[in-house]
């Protein structure tokens, strides 16, 4: 799968949930790998942020991402509809502190993404495939969230407040396809016991009845509850009904809890990365959701690519014959069995390492370690699987070694290893010359690293 981007530029306005501020935000296409960053326009240099999980430096009643003293404040809607409509690479212009809360939902974005369209661009996807069980826990508020290996992204949530009102919901999202249905619509909310606490504290100024399902759950009196009322120029509400006070009804009964998921998905789309996982989420909220992200992020900056998914029950796209007849490498030489994922820019092999090697003769007779050269050469025939796949009758071209750079080993290899090797292209191939970088894998471990260039020459 490609990166993709957006067609062209949208813009959106309206007033900030926190400021009160009147605000516009432009959104525009960007580059392959260049992530979603938001531009502060308003200030001097027009500085930008990366919208990454290290870059959270609050999180009260809302997700703020900062640098230095820059900071843009609300961002989760927007990121959710972005992330969720397979958005990889955008440029947010905003020219204010906050993104404009529009409805209090996802759906203004959606839309307009929807209606300015979107494209593939060169660059394959970098997905994060979970692959084992990850937990963040917050013993003060009792959030938990656990992420699960699936083959796709899906969500479950349970909310759990102490109200009359509000009490235990559930929402799901199974297929990210069904976000802009199901879950986009769902409205930021809010109960009257909090609002004064909140608008001395300086935030929702921009609060109203058209962005926000306000939950009035707690007995106050008539005079107090029309105070409120008052401060937020909303109308006066019975003290003695309780329920939802909205200006449009509900669009689901478990609207509350689908917000909630539409949060979680804004905050976990701050990895940088397109997920597949299953996430679990016990009374979810942005510091909780942040952690999860950071802990995704420094797994993803500790290694820059993970090992590919290797599952040996799925067919291979290249067996031992195909492979042979590309490759002009036979025994002891032909250095990989199969070749499990191919894209245009990458392909993935596979070496079953065993004792029956003929190099453990002689390295070493007491304590077999596979040859790092070997380690090359495998990845390099790799290599030339890919550099073979972009011309016509490959079986009449080889490829040759031009150079290596950047040679790594990092662990040994022995009996019993599986070796997965990802390749990938630097750079486009030009006249026949392509330049790569290999990684060979046991497990989940890099055990060599390498960059090469070869030169594919047609056969006499």
Excluded: W
Excluded at 22 to 48: M, S, V
Aim: glycine share 6%.
């Amino acid at each position: 799968m490609k990166q993709v981007t957006l067609k062209g530029s949208f813009m959106v306005s309206g007033k900030g949930l926190h400021t009160g501020a009147q605000l516009e935000a432009t959104f525009c296409p960007a580059p392959d790998n260049h992530g979603y960053k938001i531009q502060r326009i308003d200030l001097d240099g027009q500085p930008t942020i990366d919208a990454l999980a290290e870059n959270v430096v609050s999180t009260c009643r809302g997700t703020v991402i900062g640098k230095g003293d820059v900071t843009v404040s609300t961002i989760e809607h927007a990121m959710a509809a972005l992330y969720a409509s397979g958005i990889d690479n955008c440029l947010i212009k905003v020219n204010g502190p906050e993104m404009p809360i529009l409805d209090g939902s996802a759906l203004p974005f959606v839309e307009r993404i929807n209606e300015i369209g979107v494209e593939e661009q060169t660059m394959d996807k970098d997905f994060y495939y979970v692959k084992h069980k990850v937990e963040v826990i917050d013993k003060e508020t009792g959030s938990k969230l656990m992420l699960l290996p699936d083959d796709e992204f899906s969500v479950d949530v349970k909310v759990n407040f102490d109200s009359k009102v509000l009490a235990n919901q559930y929402a799901t999202l199974d297929h990210v396809a069904d976000f802009a249905e199901e879950i986009a619509p769902a409205r930021t909310f809010v109960f009257v016991r909090e609002i004064e606490p909140l608008l001395k504290a300086g935030l929702i100024k921009g609060g109203d009845l058209d962005n926000a399902i306000v939950i009035y759950d707690t007995l106050m009196s008539q005079e107090q509850l029309d105070a409120i009322a008052d401060m937020m120029a909303v109308p006066h509400h019975d003290a003695n009904e309780f329920g939802y006070i909205n200006t449009k009804p509900l669009f689901h009964a478990n609207e509350p809890a689908r917000h909630k998921l539409m949060d979680l998905v804004g905050d976990i789309a701050l990895i940088g990365r397109p997920l597949k996982g299953r996430i679990i989420a016990t009374k979810p909220g942005h510091t909780v959701n942040a952690q999860l992200a950071k802990a995704l992020r420094n797994d993803i900056k500790r290694q820059e690519v993970q090992a590919p998914v290797y599952n040996p029950n799925v067919e291979p796209l290249m067996d031992n014959n195909t492979i042979r007849a590309l490759l002009p490498h036979r025994y002891p030489f032909l250095l990989v069995d199969k070749v499990i994922d191919k894209s245009d820019n990458y392909i993935v092999g596979i070496k079953n390492v065993t004792t029956n090697e003929p190099f453990f003769q002689g390295h070493f007779p007491q304590e077999p370690v596979m040859p790092g050269v070997l380690l090359v050469e495998a990845m390099a025939q790799t290599g030339g699987l890919l550099v073979l796949s972009t011309v016509e009758d490959p079986e009449r071209y080889s490829t040759y070694f031009m150079k290596i750079d950047a040679v790594k080993f990092r662990q040994k290899v022995v009996p019993g290893d599986t070796l997965i090797f990802h390749v990938s292209f630097l750079t486009p191939m030009r006249r026949g010359m392509a330049v790569m970088k290999g990684r060979a894998f046991v497990g989940e471990k890099v055990v060599c690293e390498c960059e090469f260039m070869a030169q594919i020459i047609k056969n006499k």
